[in-house]
Each structure stands twice: as C-alpha cells, then as structure tokens.
C-alpha cells in the first residue's frame, strides 16, 4: 500500500509558477506510475501529468505541455510538479496519484492541495 500526501499549492498571480511536491510512504514506491490530476469547482476531474516508474517517460495533458514538468526521485519517495506561466483556468484541487499505468486514474489518491491563480 502507499499513501501519498501533496503539498504545495497556494495563490498566485497569473504568469506566475507554483511547485507541487507529492510525497509518498511505503516501500513499492518505485513500483508505480505517478499522476498528477485536478478538479475545478463544479468540473470533473482531469488528467494533468503523469511520470512512469523510472521517471524516463513522461505524459502530459495538452493544456499544459510546455508550461508543466513532472518529475521524480524515487530515493526519496516523490514526485514534483513544476508548474510555469500559470493561468487563472489553472485553478484546481491537485491531487497525486499511485497508478499501475502511466496516466492511470486507478490507485493510490492523495487528498489533494488548492492551486489558485489569480488574474
């Protein structure tokens, strides 16, 4: 079993950059892919980033490429989410998630951290 717990989120102006960190307990981290999702109020849930078990292949969801990276260091148990040229449709609940599959919404869910871009 893992858990995962994220961290920080905050508010920031829009072009600004946040960096999400999701940490995880357990000895089968280095077992599972890694995401990243968000929910907006009153939207469902989407997919963000996602990172494989060596950290060699990446995904990521259009609305982001070019202005996220994912990353992963599996010695120390987590996964950073670096976030640039932030936009208020940025504005989300991010949660991390322990998955079998690369991009995978199925697993392990942490309970999420507020990221609020402000115009």
């Known amino acids: 079993q893992v858990q995962l717990v994220e961290s920080g989120g905050g508010l920031v102006q829009a072009g600004g950059s946040l960096r999400l960190s999701c940490a995880a307990s357990?000895?089968?981290?280095?077992?599972?892919?890694i995401g990243w999702f968000r929910q907006a109020p009153g939207k469902e849930r989407e997919f963000v980033a996602a990172?494989?078990?060596?950290?060699?292949?990446?995904k990521y969801a259009d609305s982001v490429k070019g202005r996220f990276a994912i990353s992963r260091d599996n010695a120390k148990n987590t996964v950073a989410l670096q976030m640039n040229s932030l936009k208020p449709e940025d504005t989300a609940v991010y949660f991390c998630?322990?998955?079998?599959?690369?991009?995978?919404?199925?697993?392990?869910w942490g309970q999420g951290t507020q990221v609020t871009v402000s115009s």
């Open positions: 998630v322990a998955s079998l599959t690369l991009g995978g919404g199925s697993g392990y």
């Open positions: 357990g000895r089968t981290f280095s077992r599972y892919a």
């Open positions: 990172i494989e078990r060596s950290g060699e292949v990446t």
